[in-house]
């Protein structure tokens, strides 16, 4: 372990024996941030990722030049799906150590597959536009869009919690405990799928619950009839419905009688019975037949309605896919990202071509505050299309380019002046006030080029910017001195071009003037030789 405010090699003393600085907080925060990463280490072993990330941000909070936490950490980013993430962690850690770093393999490998990459970004947008469809109340179309993701990135945690949360919602249990199981065997230990597992038991147990009460109810209250029962005496007999006496003549009377009788209660008693009981039947049957016709018109119409959104979303994804495909599409901008932090890392100081790269991605600038000399526009982007990743490793680059670049372009602008190569330094310098606006340099020699090579309206235009926005810069009272002189001289030539045309229209009438009296004499010469 090294000194935090010298470097020195720290020995077992309460202080560093070079500075004399008391290094025992130092100890203990250092020790802490180690026991978080064993800690995130341990549990990514056993893949309790969500538990691993928490202990890793923690292990960085303490000591953010922790390379091997960083590249654990982008290695659970990626296993869980997160892809982008995972690159800016790596984009990091190779900045703080660019030579002997893992994080160099691990890039190589996810860039070997440029489709790979390209997939899981999209999918990372659908599972973006998933979460909106949600907020926005339609769950199926959330549903469909997030089953395309898992298709194409299966490895995307937060899709499955999403996708469990919607049919929990649904009261879809059973679908809601596949879709989480299928996000434990990613991360074993994710405390919101726990969470969304034990709602889904205690829906289906509330189910089965209900479901046994209706049976027992339903079984309640049946009785025998194949037997008729009566007491004689202290004699309980049970005699069979269809069981009879034969005896002689009187035998088969009873059974003539019991034959009329039963006959006519048939017709009297049971058959008006199962005519009503027929006739109900049949107007369940009607019933259910209604019930069913009306739900299939129902589902009809929600059908009618979900075909209409899904051309409306169908063609929402078109013009979408236009965009993507386009060369100022998404994955197009991902992929000048990742070159310029590649040529950023690669080539240091090639840091007018890292900033050329960087230009391709469309930004919005954001409006200085400060006046500085060396004030650097820096870009903004624009949340509702760029993630949060993509935006941090993008100013992380930009800010190391920009005021690099700048210097560059100035520094060459001004060589190409002193070569009286105006048009070549007029190039440079614009790029350098494009980059620096408030650069007050960068302005001044703008102007002088622009002077030299005749064009005094941008001259004059770059020397005003220079008077008005930076007025306390050392190159303002020279600004205001070449105005001063630009108007002297433009005041001498229009008066030289007054002072022409005047002489130019004195001549005309003295001219003019000639030709009437000669023409006045030669009138009177001919009259005297007619007298």
Known sequence: MRCF??????????????????????????????QYYNDGLTKAKVRDLSGAVLSLRACLKLNRTNIEARNLLGLVYFEMGEAVAAFSEWVVSKSMKPDKNLADDFMETVQANPGRLATINQSIKKY?????????????????????????????????????????????????????????????????????????????????????????????????????????????????????????????LNILIGVLIGCALIFFLVLPGRIRRASGEMDEQLKEVSDELTLKNADIEEQEKKIKSLENENSELKGTLGDL???????????????AALNYMKNPDDVTGTEAILKQIPTESASMNSLAIDAI????????????????????????????????????????????????????????TEIAPLNDEAWYYLAESYKESGDSIHATQAYSRIVNEMADSDYADRARKNLSNGAAAETQDTA????????????????????????????????????
């Open 496 to 531: 030289e071009t007054v002072q022409e045309e005047n002489n130019q229209d004195a001549l005309a009438e003295a001219l003019a003037l000639q030709a009437l009296q000669q023409a006045v004499a030669g009138a009177g010469n001919t009259d005297t030789g007619a007298e």
């Open 377 to 432: 526009s820096m870009p903004e982007l624009d949340p509702a299309i760029y993630s949060q990743a993509f935006r941090d490793l993008y100013n992380y680059v930009d800010s190391g380019v920009a005021s690099k670049a700048a210097r560059t372009y100035i520094d060459r602008g001004r060589e190409e002046f002193e070569r009286k190569e105006y048009q070549a330094a007029i190039a440079d310098l614009s790029r350098a």
């Open 325 to 339: 495909s386009g060369s100022t599409g998404m994955t197009e901008r991902y992929d000048h990202l990742a070159e």
């Open 128 to 252: 973006n536009q998933a979460l909106q469809y949600a907020k926005q109340g339609s769950l199926d179309l959330s549903v469909i869009q997030l089953k395309k993701v898992l298709q194409v990135n299966p490895n995307l945690v937060v899709a499955y919690e999403l996708l469990g949360l919607l049919y929990l919602q649904a009261e879809e249990y059973g679908r809601a405990k596949r879709i989480l199981a299928q996000a434990l065997k990613i991360d074993r230990n994710n405390t919101r799928v726990l969470y969304y597992l034990k709602e889904a038991d205690e829906g289906l147990n509330a189910r089965y619950e209900g479901g046994n009460s209706r049976k027992r109810g339903r079984g309640a209250g049946r009785e025998s009839t194949d037997a008729i029962t009566y007491t004689s005496g202290n004699e309980t007999i049970i005699q069979p419905v269809n069981s009879g006496e034969r005896r002689g003549s009187s035998a088969i």
């Open 5 to 34: 405010n010298c470097g020195s090699q720290l020995t077992n003393t309460p202080y560093c024996t070079n500075c004399g600085v008391d290094i025992r907080e130092y100890r203990r925060i250092m020790w802490t941030s180690n």
